[in-house]
């Protein structure tokens, strides 16, 4: 049994892998402001003795009296409506925050993970994306604030471990769908799938075929908790996710036969600097891990369609 910080543990990848980590009978600890969630999510925990809940903002040093034996920090807006909302605080939330939860890692000489994503490698030139890859990112564009965020967080848990030795663990993060996703947070799967299920227009920017893996939460959850028990001073960085790969036009079209939908496809226009092409070689972590995703995409949507007829009944 362990002592587990979760920052962000509200969001969608939170939600999950807090009820994964509570079925070990480990006490979690969860450091929230929903900034890009709600506490829905985590009314299911109310009243498991081993659950806390800290209203907090990480770009504020973090204070929590108990001996904490692993931290993964996840406390970011994930969707592109919410980091774009304020660029500033976003950027602050990676940076001020990869600052806080490093100190406060060091202080509890504690395991870090931080929730990296395969943005840091922008509109990529190179494919698949190996962690080798420096990528492609544009400073001043609208997704910047959490590109730039997010890769300046990983030179911040780089330089902790060079400088403290702090057990640092860096996941890049594939594109990961499934239950616990906010209806209206704009990602595609979940934008998809509530409009399919409304009956109403599925919107695809540009001309759809656009690439993207698809990740189902369960594989990932799997993967993390993976990444944060093996027993190494540094590990990664890690691409995680799911190499198949299928275009926004292909998507809709499973999601519009799965969900039975008479929903009509548009396409608007193209948003600047969205990937073309995005797929993960995840052979470094597959080799070093034993792992793969299991789920297929159609298994994956099958339960994410059943969590969100579940919640419009
Ligand atoms: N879901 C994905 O496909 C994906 C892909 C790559 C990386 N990631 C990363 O994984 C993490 C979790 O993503 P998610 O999909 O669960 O997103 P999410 O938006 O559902 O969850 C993020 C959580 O962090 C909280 N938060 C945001 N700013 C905060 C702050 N300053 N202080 C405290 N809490 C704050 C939000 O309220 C929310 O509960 C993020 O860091 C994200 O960048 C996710």
């Excluded at 079925?23 to 659950?51: R, V």
């Excluded at 660029?87 to 890692?105: Q, S």
């Excluded at 395969?118 to 962690?131: A, F, N, R, T």
């Excluded at 616990?180 to 947070?185: I, R, S």
């Amino acid at each position: 049994m362990k002592k587990i910080l979760i920052t962000g543990g509200a969001g969608f990848i939170g939600t999950n892998l807090i009820k994964e980590l509570l079925k070990n009978k480990n006490e979690i600890f969860c450091i929230d402001n929903f900034y890009s969630s709600s506490k829905k999510n985590i009314e299911q925990f109310k009243n498991n003795k081993k659950f806390h809940f800290i209203h907090h903002d990480v770009i504020n040093p973090i204070k929590i009296n108990n001996k904490i034996d692993q931290i993964y920090n996840l406390a970011c807006p994930a969707s592109p409506i919410h980091y774009q909302r304020d660029p500033i605080y976003t950027m602050k939330t990676n940076v001020l925050g990869a600052f806080n939860i490093c100190d406060f890692a060091k202080k509890n000489n504690c395991s870090l993970l931080q929730a990296s994503t395969s943005e840091i490698y922008g509109d990529p030139d190179v494919h698949p994306q190996k962690e080798s890859y420096n990528g492609n990112v544009n400073t001043l564009g609208p997704r910047s604030c959490y590109d730039e965020g997010k890769r300046s967080a990983e030179t911040i848990f780089y330089d902790y471990y060079k400088t403290f030795k702090v057990n640092i663990k860096i996941a890049r993060i594939f594109n990961t769908y499934g239950p616990f996703m906010q209806q209206n947070d704009g990602r595609v799967v979940s934008n998809f799938i509530v409009n399919a299920l409304k009956q109403k227009k599925i919107i695809i920017n540009g001309q759809g075929r656009q690439t993207r893996s698809f990740c189902y939460i369960d594989d990932l959850v799997i993967a993390l908790i993976k990444l944060m028990n093996k027993n190494s001073k540094f590990n990664g960085p890690f691409n995680i996710g799911n190499p198949e790969e299928y275009n926004v036009r292909q998507l809709a079209s499973i999601v519009l036969k799965l969900t039975k939908s008479k929903s009509k496809i548009h396409y608007s226009k193209m948003q600047l600097n969205d990937p073309k092409k995005r797929k993960p070689d995840i052979s470094k972590f597959s080799k070093n891990y034993k792992w793969k995703p299991k789920i297929s995409l159609d298994d994956g949507l099958l339960k994410t369609i059943k969590y969100f007829k579940e919640m419009q009944s």
